[in-house]
């Protein structure tokens, strides 16, 4: 598209806006602020609205909102009108400094955990200009933090951006102790892989489940599923094929650098790759990316699937994080380099990363616990709930000669020879891919790839941030007074690498044989969300987040109980529309099948006896068990819903008897009602199956 680089971020108060749009001096004090963290003066934020409005209003719009994250899960915004009477019956366009900088959402409604009662009512979003403003259906959007009245920090945001502060301080410490005196500002940068479903909308709006909790809660696998890996990286289809290039125009219109699309291993399921950008832009990226999937999918009829496992029986859907640190002065801080073995820098910087990994894998499997998730880690489609890190063959070739003090010999790029003269050579990688490890090493940077695909990547940013600045706090303490900084360094990464080695496994994390290894290595093994959340506030982790001024220790409880209470109610949601489709639909017609094979048994044998009826009857016995079966499981599952009231006084004690009592009857619920579908005539069937969901786009 010969337009593309005039239409990317042509919805977006970029750059090059603000250069068009402000006075000179307006636009260095901005720049400074948003590369530098320098507060802004209330008279360069009023210059700045005005510019704004003006440019929005260019752009067609009529109203602005402050777009935030609240602990939902989902992004929120209040929209207002620019239009002010002036009294005459006529209005005029306005927005001010003061709007830009502040809003007052209703923060009664928004999850608290508990910080703040439901009348107290007051809420205040901020203004974050380290992320540019845009446009979306004829609305200016501000993306902003949230926080309540009494300052308590209620959005996922917040604490990105304290994270991507500390971060950059005890970053920019460390490499000033190493003579690297030019650097000012260190960044960590983030690219989120997103996987997604997409099915026939009218086919959705026939699935009370898909609809409800996003996820199908019966259905029978489909004859033919993902075992023949064909439609991994084939041929895209011409539905959603056009549907991808309209996603990738919304997108690239929002300064989105949407770069790679591809079918991935599950039919209908797809995958969306962007460039890197910072942490904090890549965050509010990604959050409008799933905003704009899904409205782009009702343009095609389609709909957009963001659950991590919306169909039963084949791949769910991930979100790989792939996360580095850069210099202002270009420099990747996890970039080996030819000389590994002669590279401090990398060295203490890996080193850092291994020792938070190892402390903090408790906080690191907490960041990606969901309801959705837990149905995907560990069933051999995503990394396991053991949180380990994979550094490949060569640099683990490099650890182990510094904690042995042995000589290291890189392997190098060895060349590819394809046997072939019209092919190319090629230089290979020193190291494979490992796709079973959580936190793995590719190259400059590492991809946590446990993310489930609905999952606010801020969470796992924010902690990731955090403890990796813990780490190098108490390096540059170690170093600060050394006299030889060279001897100081190798001997701590030696330290630190040999202590936390535990943390380093190459292989296969899918095996039996790791999940008794881990164990011996004192890793978590954390299966559920209930069991994950028992740590989050053990004194070492309200610790890092207190000490580092990321949250408050107030604010990490209710944060804890804001999920805990969460994961209780989505697993109740579930349940109640399970009970709701048993009972309203697959009961009766199962009953109604069952009725007519009945009737045509019985006029066979009015037929003298002569036409066998084994067929009917067979399949007419079968279901009656089943249908009895299937009554009462409905029926316990029932009584299990109504009996967790009884823990609601406790949000971990609820959410451990919805994990361990009413989903294991959700799922002897679904077996028998999967087995029922697989018996019963299609068209007595109430829902659409997997074969016309997975198959039909």
Known sequence: MSKLPEMFGSNVFNDRVMQDKLPKETYNALKKTIEQGQPLDISVANTVANAMREWAVEKGCTHYTHWFQPMTGITAGKHDSFISPVGDGRVIMEFSGKELIKGEPDASSFPSGGIRATFEARGYTTWDPTSPAFIMDDSLYIPTAFCSYTGEVLDK????????????????????????????RVLTTVGPEQEYFLI????YDRREDLKLTGRTLFGAKAIKGQELDDHYFGAIKTRVSEYMKDLDNELWKLGICSKTKHNEVAPSQHELAPIFSTSNIATDHNELTMEVMKKTAEKHNLVCLLHEKPFAGVNGSGKHNNWSMSTDTGENLLEPGKQPENNLQFQLFLAAIVKAVHEYQDLLRITVATAGNDHRLGANEAPPAIISMYIGDDLGELVQSIIDGTEYVSRGKTDMKT????????????????????????????EFRALGSSLNIACPNYMLNTMIAEELSQFYDELSGAQDMEAAVKALVRRVLTEHRNIIFNGDNYTEEWVAEAERRGLYNLKSLPEAYRHFINKKNVDLFVKNKICTEQELRARCEIELETYSKQINIEALTMIDMAKRNITPAVSAYVKELTNLALAKKALSGRIPTIVEENTIISLSAKLMDFAEKTAKLEMAVSEAAKYSSNNLTCARY???????IMQELREVGDSMESETAAKYWPYPTYTEMLFSV
């Open 419 to 446: 046997g072939v003269n019209v092919l190319v050579d090629f230089k290979k990688d020193t190291s494979d891919r490992n796709r079973t490890s959580p936190f793995a090493f590719t190259g400059n940077k590492f």
């Open 200 to 203: 026939d909308k009218e086919l």
């Open 157 to 184: 945001k917040t604490p990105l951006l304290r994270s991507m502060e500390r971060l950059n301080t005890e970053a920019v410490k460390i490499l000033h102790l190493l003579g690297k005196k030019n650097v000012n």
């Open 658 to 664: 919805y994990h361990d009592v009413v989903l294991s």
